[in-house]
């Protein structure tokens, strides 16, 4: 069964906007794992936009006192700055289960791309090194359809997380063939070269079932902005809930009404 990670960067997003410590990102966490998930997600930024190192010791202390996975977000080439420590150095305070790894600048609104493996993969192989030291399962951010995956498993990374925001746009627009088609080769690349496939970005209840039927044996989805959204009308136990239906092949397509 592919498992869910809910990222709950937007949570913090929503502290921000107004100052002080409400909602809670610690408490959302943990109403998601109640409801079942299976880990949670956040992506730290430099620029603190959302989740801040604070909530992400914070929410290390609940996965590892719960037993479930903490999947840590974030570029490994930004460099420590005020109230940032830098994704390594925050990696080996909290020893995350998952580190994935992803390159997006301080002026990106959201992650956008993957990993260029002509350019990136000498980068990368030392910090690879670094997080399995640390006992992180190591993930990269890739576009479905890239060029240069085994580089990915020659520098000791576990998995890869395909970057599903094409097919998000794709399957909105009513026609998701070519997207999918791109997903499913990265996907069996991946596996033919040993490493596990993770997929995330722009998720949703509306199409992760055409998603799953269409790219089998994908080990983990980290959702959150759909997710948190959605959540706004039902509430995060029903929405996590219906998530869960999904991924358990009880709902073949979409939202229930």
Do not use: W
Not at 20 to 43: F, K, N, S, W, Y
Not at 101 to 111: C, F, M, N, Y
Not at 126 to 148: H, I, Q, T
Request: aromatic share 4%; glycine share 10%; proline share 5%.
């Amino acid at each position: 069964m592919t498992l869910l990670s809910v990222n709950v960067n937007k949570i913090a997003v929503l502290r921000n906007s107004r100052g002080g410590a409400e909602p809670d990102v610690v408490r959302a966490a943990q109403a998601c794992l109640a409801a079942g998930a299976h880990g949670i997600t956040v992506h730290p930024r430099p620029d603190l936009r959302h989740i801040r190192p604070d909530d992400v010791r914070a929410l290390s202390s609940v996965t590892h006192a719960q037993g479930v996975e903490l999947n840590v977000e974030g570029n490994p080439f930004a460099p420590p700055r005020s109230g940032y420590p830098g994704f390594l150095a925050l990696c080996d305070e909290v020893r995350p289960a998952q580190a994935t790894l992803v390159p997006d600048g301080d002026s990106q609104i959201t992650s956008d791309h993957g990993f260029d493996f002509s350019r990136d993969t000498e980068r990368l192989r030392p910090l690879v090194a670094e997080l399995k030291a640390m006992g992180c399962r190591v993930s990269l951010f890739v576009d479905a359809g890239c060029e240069g995956l085994e580089h990915a498993a020659h520098i000791g990374a576990d998995r890869i997380e395909i970057y599903t925001g094409p097919f998000a746009e794709a399957a909105l627009a009513g026609d998701a063939t070519g997207a999918l088609a791109l997903c499913q080769r990265t996907a069996q690349e991946a596996r033919a070269f040993g490493l596990g496939v993770n997929a995330g970005h722009d998720l949703s209840q509306d199409n992760l079932g055409q998603f799953l039927a269409n790219v089998p044996d994908v080990l983990e989805v980290s959702i959150g902005h759909a997710l948190i959204g959605e959540a706004l009308y039902a509430g995060l136990d029903t929405t996590v809930r219906r998530y869960l239906e999904i991924l358990d092949g009880q709902v073949a397509t979409g939202r229930r009404d």
